[in-house]
């Protein structure tokens, strides 16, 4: 165990030898025989269906391969067949645990090829909705990653009881639980009622309970800390080069949060911080994203706090049948699992001639096999879950 | 944040012959965007990753540019000879024409770049393969930034762009034995695909006297059982 060991400090500096961020090759103990297993498509840890190819030595990982697409289905060829307005019920179902943020990523990058500028009532929203998404999901990722370490039930259900609050205030104001269809290009679709922003504060004032309740019931725990401290390092400088971003970038001490970077939206008005992790192991993974909801739900009473009346949707602003003009616009948000990026090419047509979704769930796998590589076969499945996938959006 | 301006000089200063070519993007989002050469690109990444701080290549993707069909109008001056006035002169005259020409198209690779160190971006570069059909290669970058390593191979996979250099380069979403590159502008979806016979008229037509034909065998022999 090499838990102990803090990481250095990520400052991008120096050249690197070639092959430098290529996983390492593990030679097998003398002659023994490798033991390839097909772990997945429907293995119980893998959140939908996705397949690890791995070569054992014993119990030791020599090699593992990702083997995507069971759930392809070419969103992007979809979407160029369609009007802008009729991609964004389809981000609904890329991560499916945060439909609102994908939401989000799309409007903001067609608001960055058009133009149009957000009432801010909307943008309070925005953020509103955002951070129930960061909560719920990262309660929920913890939830998954302690089921799958054995804790059976209890911890997964107290992430659901509240998961479920956050959700019926989804619904209240959606229509839907989860495939929402809430934002458009220069706002949002319905404006949020006294009563709903009520009972969103009440909701938001049981979260710091909770928080304390799931550190309190976790943090210490010694068989969580035994499997988790220590396994599945990811270094700085590899977690930058391999693209790896959110709350697993932060757990390997990166301080690189886009609502940080590029406050889009309204994020300079809050005040909140960016935990980061000292030894980028699975603990702090799951120790991040508890800090991190804790965080959400500061900008959570803020919000809720200053939210001001008004419009949410441009009365005057066209969100069917336009056509902007040629051009390209790149736009990106902080989504619970990393950044979430919409690259949108206009040929000045009503379709988008290109329409492309940068994935956090596929790019932060891109490590899986470098966190993997000589752990034991049971921590593969903690390794895996600590990446905090959604298949929905790997496979797009 | 230096400007894609700057950034273009800096890599002409640095890497000489790079052949970077400033793209203007119309659209509001200001995101302008460097061609690079594919023969000089890995060179030039190596330099915007270590001496610019482009550490965190986000995205990365394709766009296919099919051959286009332009039509000019051109006016064409020429001699003709016309009857004026019962005497048959030549006589100088002015028509449109229209004339068809095709312009090439080519697959082009994509990189949204960001700086962690430096809190900057997005830096854009892009490169154009010659054509669409026999020369796909692109150069791969991901022996500098290793987040390029899936998203060539969706590339490979979506678009047919072949990575030379990229370590592992195989299809991504599409299963082994597929044979096209579904992104394409001109992909046709193959109409007996995975076809499955149900239930339906003539096959139904079909089970029904399969059915009959085992009744009707069971009562002769008499068994009785299994109706």
Request: net charge negative; proline share 6%; glycine share 10%.
């Amino acid at each position: 165990m090499n838990g102990t060991d803090k990481l250095g400090v990520f400052d991008g500096s120096g050249s690197k030898p070639d092959g430098w961020n290529r996983p390492p090759v593990i030679e097998p103990d003398g002659d023994a025989e490798l033991l390839e297993v097909a772990m997945g498509p429907h293995h119980p840890s893998t959140h939908g269906v996705f397949r690890m190819d791995v070569a054992l030595d014993g119990e030791r990982v020599i090699r593992l391969k990702p083997v995507f697409g069971y759930l392809h289905r070419n969103h992007e060829k979809i979407a160029e067949g369609l009007g802008y307005l009729g991609s964004m019920p389809f981000t609904d179902r890329l991560d499916y645990m945060c439909p609102l943020t994908n939401n989000w990523a799309y409007a903001l990058a067609v608001e960055k090829l058009t133009g149009q500028e957000v009432p801010e009532r909307a943008e309070y929203l925005r953020v509103i909705l955002g951070e129930l998404t960061r909560v719920q999901n990262h309660a929920s990722a913890i939830g998954f990653l302690i089921q799958e370490m054995g804790a059976s039930g209890t911890p997964l259900m107290y992430a659901f009881r509240e998961r479920e609050k956050i959700l019926d205030l989804f619904e209240a104001l959606t229509g839907a639980r989860m495939m929402v269809n809430y934002m458009r290009f220069g706002g949002c679709r319905v404006d949020a009622t006294p009563a709903w922003l009520d009972a969103a504060r009440k909701v938001v004032a049981g979260l710091p309970g909770f928080a304390d309740e799931m550190d309190r019931l976790l943090s210490g725990n010694e068989i969580l800390m035994a499997r988790t401290q220590g396994v599945g390092i990811l270094k700085p400088e590899l977690a930058v080069n391999a693209g790896v971003t959110g709350p697993m970038l932060r757990a390997s001490g990166v301080n690189y949060d886009i609502r940080k970077v590029d406050s889009y939206g309204i994020y300079n008005r809050f005040n909140f911080r960016v935990p980061l992790g000292d030894h980028g192991d699975v603990y702090d993974r799951y120790m991040i994203r508890l800090l991190e909801m804790r965080e959400s739900i500061k900008i959570l009473e803020q919000a809720l706090k200053d939210i001001p009346a008004g419009p949410v949707m441009d009365p005057k602003a066209k969100i069917r049948g336009f056509r902007p003009k040629p051009g390209e616009a790149y736009g990106r948000i902080e989504a619970p699992k990393g950044e979430l990026g919409f690259y949108l090419i206009s040929d000045g047509g009503p379709n988008p001639y290109r329409y492309r979704i940068r994935p956090p769930s596929l790019i932060n796998l891109t490590v899986l096999e470098d966190m993997a590589l000589g752990e034991n076969v049971a921590d593969v499945v903690l390794i895996f879950g600590s990446v905090d996938i959604v298949l929905g959006e790997v496979d797009r | 944040m230096k400007t894609a301006e700057e950034i273009k000089a800096a890599i002409e200063a640095a890497v000489p012959g790079a052949g970077v070519e400033f793209i203007t993007n119309p659209s509001v989002s200001g995101q302008h965007s460097l061609r690079l050469e594919p023969s000089c690109a890995v060179e030039v990444a190596k330099f915007l990753r270590d001496e610019l701080s482009f550490d965190l290549l986000s995205n990365v993707t394709g766009v296919d540019w099919p051959d286009k069909a332009v039509t000019d109008k051109v006016k064409v001056t020429r001699t003709v000879t016309k009857t004026v006035d019962g005497i048959e002169q030549p006589v100088e005259e002015t028509v449109e024409e229209t004339r068809t020409r095709v312009t090439p198209g080519c697959l082009e690779a994509v990189y949204h770049l960001f700086s962690v160190a430096l809190k900057q971006g997005p830096l854009t570069l892009r490169m154009r393969t010659v054509n669409r059909t026999d020369h796909v290669e692109l150069p791969s970058l991901t022996p500098i930034w290793r987040s390029a390593e899936f998203q060539e191979r969706e590339i490979f996979d979506l678009f047919g762009i072949v990575f030379t250099g990229h370590p592992d380069l195989r299809r991504l979403l599409m299963w082994d034995g597929f044979k096209d590159h579904p992104m394409r502008r001109d992909y046709v979806e193959p109409d007996d695909f995975e076809y499955e016979p149900t239930a339906h008229d003539d096959v139904l037509k079909r089970a029904l006297a399969h059915q009959a034909a085992i009744a009707g065998s069971a009562s002769q022999k008499g068994t009785g059982a299994g109706q």
